[in-house]
């Protein structure tokens, strides 16, 4: 299997982005954190005492999509929205949303009147999620003034975004769905390897989808590692935690990415994992085992 390329942008002094636009086609991981950040509000733990220490901020799990040099789209809109958008250097053709969790959505609250005043700004979500927004206040207000355009998909349609150069395919994921629904993206840039973007799922064992299957059409997967293992939330029953851990993960995957035949990258991370220091044990043994841990500013983009 051709493996994508990912590379980490560097931070260039006195350019105005932060990640600028290097490729035509390009997908950008604009943050990793689960939907609350790293530092994590009201942790006094190490995880967090250290990383604030450091003055770290870890942004919340998005991505940018870009099919042309002067077109991009964004993938969730976090908390950090702002910072993920300035990062890009130019404002989003659209947004996609994955799910009315606030890691995911909120961020939606900087296009309006307060904010950007946006004018029609394209939102792709399912038409559950579009009835939260336009139902609830204050989302309803975007809808009404007309800073965002809501363009609900069905489950399993593909949404072309940008012609040939860019399509999602909307994939439907058990996750807790208190106020809509959750889809995974099945996301195909022109020239990359199909990637799935899949942040937040209860557990594979409630997926109907084969993974095989999933695998065979996107050999890329960007997946939900909130939780490495029992072990970071004091010996837990891992079982009731709505998130499968990585080692589980690992355990159904490591086949098919030993063989070659899936590349998996790990997102959506809690700020108790340990995954965040690349030389703890648990990143050793990720890595050992053949998968990686997605870092703000990867950059996946063709070996072409
Ligand atoms: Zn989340
Ligand atoms: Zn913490
Ligand atoms: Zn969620």
């Not at 799910?99 to 909120?106: E, R």
């Not at 009147?113 to 559950?128: D, I, K, Q, T």
Request: proline share 6%.
């Amino acid at each position: 299997m051709r493996r994508a390329i990912a590379a980490f942008v560097l931070l260039a002094a006195g350019c105005a982005a932060e990640f600028p636009n290097p490729m035509p086609q390009s997908i950008v991981v604009l943050g990793t954190a689960q939907d609350a950040g790293r530092p994590h509000i009201g942790c006094a733990k190490a995880c967090c005492v250290t990383a604030a220490a450091q003055g770290q901020h870890e942004r919340v799990a998005s991505l940018a999509l870009r099919s042309r040099r002067d077109a991009w789209w964004l993938v969730d809109a976090t908390p950090d929205l702002p910072a993920q958008v300035r990062a890009m250097g130019s404002l989003p053709s659209g947004i996609l949303l994955t799910h009315a969790h606030i890691g995911h959505y909120t961020g939606l609250m900087y296009l309006g009147r307060e904010g950007l005043n946006a004018r029609g700004m394209p939102v792709h979500c399912s038409e559950a999620m579009a009835e939260f927004l336009r139902e609830n206040a204050p989302w309803d207000q975007l809808v009404r003034l007309g800073n965002v355009e809501l363009r609900p998909f069905r489950s399993g349609e593909r949404i072309v975004l940008d012609g040939e150069r860019l399509s999602v395919e909307a994939i439907r994921v058990p996750h807790r769905d208190e106020y809509a629904d959750t889809h995974a993206f099945g996301i195909r840039v022109e020239y990359l390897q199909p990637l799935l973007y899949l942040p937040d799922l209860d557990r594979w064992e409630d997926w109907e989808r084969d993974l095989g299957d999933v695998a065979a059409a996107y050999p890329l997967w960007l997946v939900d590692g909130s939780f490495f293992s029992g072990d970071e939330l004091g010996g837990r029953d891992m079982s009731v935690i709505p998130h499968p851990p990585v080692v589980t993960t690992m355990d159904l995957l490591e086949e098919r990415v030993r063989a070659g035949r899936l590349e998996v990258w790990f997102t959506h991370l809690n700020h108790t994992n340990p995954l965040w220091d690349p030389e703890s044990a648990a990143a050793h043994e990720t890595a050992r085992r053949g998968f990686g841990v997605a870092r703000t500013g990867q950059l996946f983009r063709s070996s072409d």
